[in-house]
């Protein structure tokens, strides 16, 4: 039998570079089906005795975390598995009296008294709460409750933003595969320098990168039968359509067929091969199909330099996916099942507090001390026009982002997309910023930060360095917006 590599991600943390994913057992209890868990608990056994002992969950699985639940409690205690779940909140504000119920809930359905990793996931970075949320995670773990804290599908910006401000993060759950490279570009190197292991699902494209979509004419899109080939089918469309992609699966097939492997294994070998990556998440419909034997091939051989120059080349056919990671939940195009986050988010709370003014303004209020005491608000509408106050990465009393005036920037920028919403805007509806740095030997990454954020919109700019009103601050920002349509 193979021996399946593992690589440890956090102290106590040890994981199979192969994870076995459950999301589709959510989609195996669409429109009121139920499978038996009892016989999906033990069909995970099968991967656990191939060395496929790490499985990948979350708390909106269906009844994923309950099946595991079942399986290392009653039907095989004692063995030894990873159980990786994930914490995926409604948008708006968080108390450590939730975070402790999410801990709690996930250990009751896992029958356990601490997780080996939880991963979270924010919908938007315009609400600072986000980081309230990863500090109550922090101090689970400091109580012996989480092994360690991952992320799930955030960006190179929002992982500096958390690592730079002295978050232990051990890992980032992201989209990788032949077709969706994204992670390559700046979120692997960034990620891998830190420490944080990249977890990559969607490496088999929903089962489209295999044998059985070889060769066959395009699918009927609004007519495919699961939610891994609605969301997928997307992806394939997005980098450039069916051509491209058929292109990609013939190079791949052949070099299958030169190493005696699948399709599914060169692709999921390819991006294993990629620095910083830890592990690809499979997933598997526990009880219905099995894929161990099929899945430890991936360790028996290797892609050489001629394999890896074919697969480029099929690769520069294709479109690139735009974006960073977990673009395709936080703008469109959304790379979604539906196409939309309907079925995921109902709304978008304001991040900052409204209230009427005086003149037929309405301000908005991050409530911090210093507004009532220097008379001033986050951000004021009137009109159409949006004016954003000075703005530095400051949360409660915390200054977020370290030393890293990228990071600073980021967050910074963040706040004032939170103020514009709150007042009816996007940050796309800016149209000048000025941006005050405090040594100019932080310009450059200042100024590449807000080309990130700004490259799309390329509103006004003023960058001049200035001293700021605290050593520790790097950068402060100031925005203005005029917001279209009525």
């Known amino acids: 039998m193979t021996t399946i590599p593992r690589c440890t991600l956090a102290p106590g943390v040890e994981i199979s570079r192969v994870l076995t994913g459950l999301w589709q057992l959510a989609d195996m209890e669409r429109d009121g089906r139920s499978f038996d868990q009892a016989a999906a608990a033990q069909a995970m056994h099968q991967y656990v005795e191939h060395g496929f002992s790490t499985f990948d969950m979350a708390d909106h699985y269906g009844s994923a975390e309950d099946v595991a639940g079942l399986y290392r409690q009653q039907l095989h205690p004692g063995t030894a598995v990873e159980c990786l779940t994930k914490w995926v909140p409604v948008p708006g504000p968080v108390s450590a009296h939730d975070v402790r119920a999410a801990v709690d809930r996930a250990c009751t359905r896992l029958r356990t008294d601490r997780l080996d990793l939880l991963q979270f996931h924010a919908?938007?970075?315009?609400?600072?709460?986000?980081?309230?949320?990863?500090?109550?995670?922090?101090?689970?773990?400091?109580?012996?409750?989480?092994?360690?804290?991952?992320?799930?599908?955030?960006?190179?910006?929002?992982?500096?933003?958390?690592?730079?401000?002295?978050?232990?993060?051990?890992?980032?759950?992201?989209?990788?595969?032949?077709?969706?490279?994204?992670?390559?570009?700046?979120?692997?190197?960034?990620?891998?320098?830190?420490?944080?292991?990249?977890?990559?699902?969607?490496?088999?494209?929903?089962?489209?990168?295999?044998?059985?979509?070889?060769?066959?004419?395009?699918?009927?899109?609004?007519?495919?039968?699961?939610?891994?080939?609605?969301?997928?089918?997307?992806?394939?469309?997005?980098?450039?359509?069916?051509?491209?992609?058929?292109?990609?699966?013939?190079?791949?097939?052949?070099?299958?067929?030169?190493?005696?492997?699948?399709?599914?294994?060169?692709?999921?070998?390819?991006?294993?091969?990629?620095?910083?990556?830890?592990?690809?998440?499979?997933?598997?419909?526990?009880?219905?199909?099995?894929?161990?034997?099929?899945?430890?091939?991936?360790?028996?051989?290797?892609?050489?330099?001629?394999?890896?120059?074919?697969?480029?080349?099929?690769?520069?056919?294709?479109?690139?996916?735009?974006?960073?990671?977990?673009?395709?939940?936080?703008?469109?195009?959304?790379?979604?099942?539906?196409?939309?986050?309907?079925?995921?988010?109902?709304?978008?709370?304001?991040?900052?507090?409204?209230?009427?003014?005086?003149?037929?303004?309405?301000?908005?209020?991050?409530?911090?001390?210093?507004?009532?005491?220097?008379?001033?608000?986050?951000?004021?509408?009137?009109?159409?026009?949006?004016?954003?106050?000075?703005?530095?990465?400051?949360?409660?009393?915390?200054?977020?982002?370290?030393?890293?005036?990228?990071?600073?920037?980021?967050?910074a920028i963040d706040k004032i997309a939170g103020a514009i919403h709150s007042l009816g805007g996007t940050l796309e509806d800016v149209i000048r910023t000025r941006v005050f740095v405090s040594h100019v030997d932080h310009w450059e990454p200042v100024a590449r930060a807000h080309g990130e954020r700004f490259g799309h919109i390329l509103p006004a700019n003023t960058l001049v360095e200035a001293r700021l009103v605290g050593a520790e601050y790097l950068v402060e920002i100031e925005a203005d917006a005029i917001v279209s349509g009525s």
């Open 123 to 411: 919908w938007t970075f315009a609400d600072p709460r986000w980081l309230d949320a990863l500090w109550y995670l922090e101090a689970e773990r400091d109580a012996g409750r989480i092994g360690a804290i991952g992320l799930t599908n955030v960006d190179t910006a929002h992982l500096r933003v958390a690592v730079a401000s002295g978050i232990r993060i051990a890992s980032n759950q992201v989209s990788g595969s032949l077709l969706d490279r994204r992670f390559t570009n700046t979120l692997a190197p960034y990620a891998q320098a830190h420490g944080v292991g990249l977890l990559c699902y969607g490496t088999l494209l929903g089962g489209f990168l295999s044998e059985r979509w070889l060769g066959v004419a395009e699918p009927d899109w609004g007519a495919l039968s699961t939610w891994s080939q609605m969301k997928y089918g997307r992806f394939i469309r997005a980098a450039g359509g069916w051509e491209p992609f058929q292109g990609l699966l013939r190079a791949v097939h052949r070099i299958a067929e030169k190493h005696g492997v699948s399709i599914a294994a060169v692709a999921s070998r390819w991006v294993l091969d990629q620095p910083g990556v830890a592990g690809v998440i499979i997933g598997a419909r526990l009880g219905q199909s099995a894929h161990a034997t099929d899945t430890a091939r991936i360790f028996a051989f290797t892609l050489d330099a001629d394999d890896c120059g074919a697969i480029a080349s099929a690769q520069s056919a294709l479109t690139a996916i735009p974006g960073d990671c977990g673009d395709e939940y936080r703008r469109a195009p959304f790379l979604t099942a539906s196409g939309d986050l309907s079925h995921h988010v109902s709304e978008f709370p304001a991040p900052f507090i409204t209230r009427p003014g005086t003149n037929g303004r309405t301000l908005a209020l991050s409530g911090t001390v210093w507004e009532p005491m220097a008379g001033y608000s986050r951000a004021v509408r009137k009109g159409q026009t949006i004016s954003v106050s000075g703005t530095t990465a400051t949360h409660g009393d915390r200054v977020i982002g370290g030393t890293d005036a990228a990071a600073q920037t980021h967050f």
